[in-house]
């Protein structure tokens, strides 16, 4: 008998999940993440000079360093070889 079709998708689908716990890839985007972060508590500092809200500034620096954190944490413990 011969093989079933191949679905579409699925073969990217698991190279692309595969992309995710690269090491390299997780660090490129800490690395991102880490300074979207510092950009956004410069904004931050840059709104109270100015006198506007930065409430919204913070919000986003925030989430991002929130994100670096995240994606840091599993790095962090794996052993490097």
Do not use: I, Y
Not at 41 to 66: E, I, M, Q, S, T
């Amino acid at each position: 008998m011969s093989e079933p079709a191949p679905h579409l998708g699925r073969g990217n689908e698991a190279r692309r999940a595969g992309v995710w716990k690269s090491p390299w890839a997780r660090r490129a985007l800490v690395v991102v993440f880490t300074v979207a972060a510092v950009g956004s508590v410069v904004l931050v500092g840059v709104d109270l000079v100015v006198g506007r809200p930065a409430a919204g500034d913070l919000f986003v620096a925030l989430l991002n360093a929130l994100a670096a954190v995240v994606l840091w944490r599993p790095g962090s413990e794996t052993p490097r070889t």
